[in-house]
Nanobody
Framework: QVQVAESGGGSVQAGGSLRVSCAASGWTSSWFCMGWFRQAPGKEREGVAAIDSDGSTRYADSVKGRFTISQGNAKNTLYLQMNNLQPEDTAMYYC??????????????????WGQGTQVTVSS
C-alpha cells in the first residue's frame, strides 16, 4: 500500500522561506513522477511543480525563480524549497505521486496517490 505524507509547512512573513518535504512509502516502481499542488480557500487545486522519472522539472509560471523542487537520493522523498514567499502563496500544499506525468504534470487526475497536505501561511 502506497502512502504519501507531507511535512514542514508553517507560517512566515512575506519575503521569507520555507521548505516542505514529502515521503512516499510502499512504492515498488522506480519509474514515477512526483509533484506538488496547492489549494487556497475558495480556489481550485493547482499544480506548483513536478519532477519526472528522468529528473526533469516543471514549474507553474507563478513560482518560477522562487520555488525549487528536488528529490532525495532514494527518489521517494520530495522537497519543495520556497523562497521569497508572498501572501498569494498561502495555501494547503499537497504532495502527489504518479506512474508518469510528462506534459500533464499539472493535471491532478494524473496522480495516483496523494498526501493529506501541509499548510503554508504567508503574512504581509
Amino acid at each position: 500500500q502506497v502512502q504519501v505524507a507531507e511535512s514542514g509547512g508553517g507560517s512566515v512573513q512575506a519575503g521569507g522561506s520555507l521548505r516542505v518535504s514529502c515521503a512516499a512509502s510502499g512504492w515498488t516502481s522506480s519509474w514515477f513522477c512526483m509533484g506538488w499542488f496547492r489549494q487556497a480557500p475558495g480556489k481550485e487545486r493547482e499544480g506548483v511543480a513536478a519532477i519526472d522519472s528522468d529528473g526533469s522539472t516543471r514549474y507553474a509560471d507563478s513560482v518560477k525563480g522562487r520555488f525549487t523542487i528536488s528529490q532525495g537520493n532514494a527518489k521517494n522523498t520530495l522537497y519543495l524549497q520556497m523562497n521569497n514567499l508572498q501572501p498569494e502563496d498561502t495555501a494547503m500544499y499537497y504532495c502527489a505521486a504518479a506512474w508518469a506525468c510528462g506534459a500533464s504534470w499539472a493535471v491532478s487526475n494524473v496522480y495516483n496517490y496523494w498526501g493529506q497536505g501541509t499548510q503554508v501561511t504567508v503574512s504581509s
